[in-house]
Every structure is written in C-alpha cells, then in structure tokens.
C-alpha cells in the first residue's frame, strides 16, 4: 500500500517559518515529479510548488516564490517544502502529492496518483 505522510504544519505567528515534510512508504519518490498543494478554508485546490524526479527543476507559484523553497531528498524518500515570511493568507491544508503528468497538477486531489492526508498551517498571531 502506498502512503504519503505529510507532517509540519502548525500554528505559527506571521513572518515565521515552517518545515513541512512528506514521507513515502510503498514508493520510490525518485521515480516521480513530487508537488505541494493546498487547500484554505472554502477554497479550491492551489498548486503551490513542484520539483522534478531528480531535483534539478523547481517551480513555485507566483504567491510562493522567494518565500517558499521545495526540496527532495530521494535516499531518504522524502519531499519537503521550507516556508519563510509566512502570511495570513498562507494558512491552509498542504499535501505532497505525484501527478499522473509531470507539469499537469489537477485542481482536485484524487485527480492525482498518489497523495497524503495533509498537515494544517495556520498563520495567526
């Protein structure tokens, strides 16, 4: 069986930074483009950021660049996303996730092959 543990995610004051994490059990990571999206509350699904099955392309969303940093590292099987100068608007479920296609992230999440069960950032003060 396939999983995607994501961990992280936590009450944070703006400006701050979180490290968010996704583990794989029952894959290879290496063998996929890994995304991060997330979901606000009465929103849809956002892409935030993906990286390719070798780490050597990564692209951001516009809302995410400069602030946000995607990271693999496929001996340890895992996908991270450290996230600096947090905002309010920030404050979202985030899940790791592998597309079916590299470059096409879906807006719904069992649109994508595999996926985590999520891990909540709330920006507050």
């Known amino acids: 069986e396939v999983q995607l543990a994501e961990s992280g995610g936590t009450l944070v004051q703006p400006g701050g930074s979180l490290r968010l994490s996704c583990e794989a059990d029952?894959?290879?990571?290496?063998?996929?483009?890994m995304v991060w999206v997330r979901q606000a509350p009465g929103k849809g699904l956002e892409w935030v950021a993906s990286i390719s099955s070798g780490g050597d392309r990564k692209d951001y969303a516009p809302f995410a660049k400069g602030r946000f940093t995607i990271s693999r590292d496929n001996a340890k099987n895992t996908v991270d996303l450290q996230m600096n100068n947090l905002m309010p608007q920030d404050t979202a479920m985030y899940y790791c996730a592998a597309p079916y296609n590299v470059g096409h992230y879906p807006t719904r999440l069992n649109e994508y092959q595999y996926w985590g069960q999520g891990t909540q950032v709330t920006v507050s003060s």
């Open positions: 029952g894959i290879f990571l290496v063998a996929y483009e």
